[in-house]
């Protein structure tokens, strides 16, 4: 007996194995070339520090009634500026600070961000040793005294008659002469 032809085809398909799906390439999605602006967003995300991710998430008002419990804020503040201002203009990384002061990074960054606010510090954003962070340096180093300590002009008997072209005046006086002499002789320690 004959089989049909299309009984035959459909043996012979039967016998053969069936034809195992072969994915098909996956070719990858052609990478967009960024813009200028889009790989400079990249950059300033990755450049992001603790400072300005709280700032993103802080409200100014909360930024400035930050307090910490049991501390006495302005006592605090004063001690920032204190040590801040034996750096005079070379600042100190806020780490260092709030190493010595004993504040964890967190209250120490919603510190430094509540005094810039105030306009006692600023911050100045800087690299170091690959990990972005910032600078502290007080906008206003408070003025020594020291350099007029013991002045004679602030005890002078004839104050009063003193002037740059009286008989008696800052340029011919022996007192002024005597106490710059004597804090020049002093060791540098003691100025």
Excluded: H
């Excluded at 300005?52 to 001690?79: A, C, G, P, S, W």
């Excluded at 006692?120 to 954003?125: D, L, V």
């Amino acid at each position: 007996m004959a089989k049909k032809k299309e009984d035959l085809s459909d043996d012979t398909a039967k016998k053969v194995a069936p034809k195992e799906k072969i994915p098909a390439k996956k070719v990858a999605p052609k990478e967009k070339k960024l813009t200028k602006k889009e790989l400079e967003e990249i950059k300033k995300e990755a450049e992001k520090t603790l400072e300005e991710e709280l700032e993103e998430q802080l409200t100014d008002e909360e930024i400035e009634n930050f307090q910490i419990e049991k501390v006495d804020m302005e006592r605090l503040t004063n001690k920032i500026c204190d040590v801040l201002a034996e750096r005079e203009s070379e600042g100190m990384f806020q780490s260092e600070l709030w190493k010595k002061l004993k504040l964890t990074s967190r209250d120490g960054s919603r510190l430094a961000l509540k005094l810039e606010r105030m306009g006692t510090i600023y911050r100045e954003k800087l690299l170091d040793k690959g990990r972005w962070t910032y600078k502290l340096i007080l906008k206003k180093t408070p003025i020594s005294t020291l350099s007029i300590e013991n002045a004679p002009c602030l005890v002078c008997p004839v104050e009063q008659k003193c002037s740059l072209e009286g008989e008696i005046s800052p340029r011919t006086c022996q007192f002024i002469e005597d106490w710059v002499l004597a804090d020049m002789k002093k060791p540098a320690k003691a100025k």
